[in-house]
């Protein structure tokens, strides 16, 4: 099946949406939803769902049916288990620490994730910011161990240490670039970059 193809703000709000949707009494109307999701521009909100309703996750909106609402098929009949990932700790956006393995896992809508093997790690730092990558923020990471160049990838680094950033592959070394001007890229042969997986989904809770 192939995956919805969400820019990151239409899956942040496609997944508030898959969350807390019951919580409204009534299906939520575009002044709601922004209150909720903390946006000011009504306007913008809109066009991210126009663009939820053209990749039919949420129903088109009308005097007749007011409201947001998700498309029944996106949430009917799905087997929690399905959209349960594990979750493998704490990766850094900063300088690298290591993503220690847990138990737990975490549910991912399938928007977010693809029909490959995929995990979810959280965010700590704030190198990423300026590719809206948040500290606190869970990220879901297809697991391989190659990427194209300028795909945001977990690299372990010495075998010991896992970080995420933005990956340049060139002869004879690999650049991690982070997302803030403040800091700087860093340079590694390539044998000391081991790729774990490249970014395909974001979450972010608003609590």
């Not at 088109?60 to 799905?78: C, E, F, H, K, S």
């Not at 990766?91 to 993503?99: D, L, S, T, W």
């Not at 393995?101 to 190198?127: A, F, H, Q």
Request: glycine share 6%.
């Amino acid at each position: 099946m192939n995956m919805p193809s969400l820019t990151r703000r239409q899956q942040e709000i496609y997944e508030y949406l898959l969350t807390h949707l019951h919580e409204f009494p009534h299906p939520p109307t575009l002044n709601e939803l922004c209150d909720a999701l903390g946006l000011s521009s009504r306007g913008s909100l809109h066009k991210q769902l126009q663009a939820l309703i053209k990749e039919g996750l949420i129903e088109p909106m009308n005097n007749q049916r007011r409201g947001v609402r998700l498309v029944q098929t996106a949430t009917d009949d799905i087997d929690p288990d399905v959209n349960e990932l594990p979750l493998y700790g704490r990766i850094a956006a900063g300088q690298p620490i290591e993503a220690v393995s847990t138990p737990e896992t975490i549910t991912v809508p399938p928007p977010l994730r693809t029909e490959n093997p995929c995990y979810v790690l959280e965010v700590k730092g704030d190198s990423m910011i300026e590719e809206g990558i948040l500290d606190g923020d869970w990220v879901v990471i297809e697991q391989r161990d190659n990427a194209r160049n300028g795909e945001i990838v977990v690299a372990l680094v010495d075998g010991e240490e896992a970080t995420l950033k933005r990956i340049e592959q060139q002869d004879g070394k690999v650049i991690l670039h982070p997302a803030n001007s403040a800091m700087q890229p860093m340079s590694f042969l390539p044998e000391q970059v081991q790729i774990q997986g490249v970014l395909v989904g974001q979450m972010r809770s608003y609590h």
